[in-house]
T-cell receptor
Framework: GNSVTQMEGPVTLSEEAFLTINCTYT??????LFWYVQYPGEGLQLLLK?????DKGSNKGFEATYRKETTSFHLEKGSVQVSDSAVYFC?????????????FGQGTILTVHP | EPEVTQTPSHQVTQMGQEVILRCVPI?????FYWYRQILGQKVEFLVS????????KSEIFDDQFSVERPDGSNFTLKIRSTKLEDSAMYFC???????????FGPGTRLLVL
């Protein structure tokens, strides 16, 4: 079945540092890939998505590229802010027989210090 | 901007009791989902619902669970006889097409004592 693996956290950075959160996936077919963010005390919000190979999703300075050859969708941001502190989830949908259902990674806690 | 809403935000119940978690999806959406997140663990898919029937469910979604769209706006998750291990955050989500972006509600934190 489908699965998503994220880098272990937590990740602690200083403001303006470069961020990478690794995400790899296993799926048959051509899934859509997503990054969701969960701020403290809130629900899941879509951060960005990509629906086909080599697509780059971007939002709020974050970006991720759908790499089919390495089955990866790593999240990057060039300069993080304190307000980016949250839990980040990589997810996929589609691919094979699974229709619509999202499969999530375990989440990565990001803390950004001033 | 339209959003998914969920009530209650917190629910405490005794083991063996029935609970109903309520969701109001975005109004023009056709696909509805429930997920749960046990503290410190992954967000897990429970069930998807389209055209007034379940389209997919996970192994977690056993006979103790049921979903219903009782009217044109609400989408509910019922747990018939709660267990301690049902304690989790439950998220409702909706989308306008099965493969497109799912929009999540803020969640209901369920605590079973």
């Amino acid at each position: 079945g489908n699965s998503v693996t994220q880098m272990e956290g937590p990740v602690t950075l200083s403001e303006e540092a470069f961020l990478t959160i690794n995400c790899t996936y296993t799926a048959t077919g051509y899934p859509s890939l997503f990054w969701y963010v969960q701020y403290p005390g809130e629900g899941l919000q879509l951060l960005l998505k990509a629906t086909k190979a080599d697509d780059k999703g971007s939002n709020k300075g974050f970006e991720a590229t759908y790499r089919k050859e390495t089955t990866s969708f790593h999240l990057e941001k060039g300069s993080v802010q304190v307000s980016d502190s949250a839990v980040y989830f990589c997810a996929l949908s589609g691919g094979g027989t699974s229709y619509g259902k999202l499969t999530f990674g375990q989440g990565t806690i990001l803390t950004v210090h001033p | 901007e339209p959003e998914v809403t969920q009530t209650p935000s917190h629910q405490v119940t005794q083991m063996g009791q029935e609970v109903i978690l309520r969701c109001v999806p975005i109004s023009n959406h056709l696909y509805f989902y429930w997920y749960r997140q046990i503290l410190g663990q992954k967000v897990e898919f429970l069930v998807s619902f389209y055209n007034n029937e379940i389209s997919e469910k996970s192994e977690i979604f056993d006979d103790q669970f049921s979903v219903e769209r009782p009217d044109g706006s609400n989408f509910t998750l019922k747990i018939r006889s709660t267990k301690l291990e049902d304690s989790a955050m439950y998220f409702c989500a909706s989308s306008d097409q099965g493969q497109e972006t799912q929009y999540f509600g803020p969640g209901t934190r369920l605590l079973v004592l």
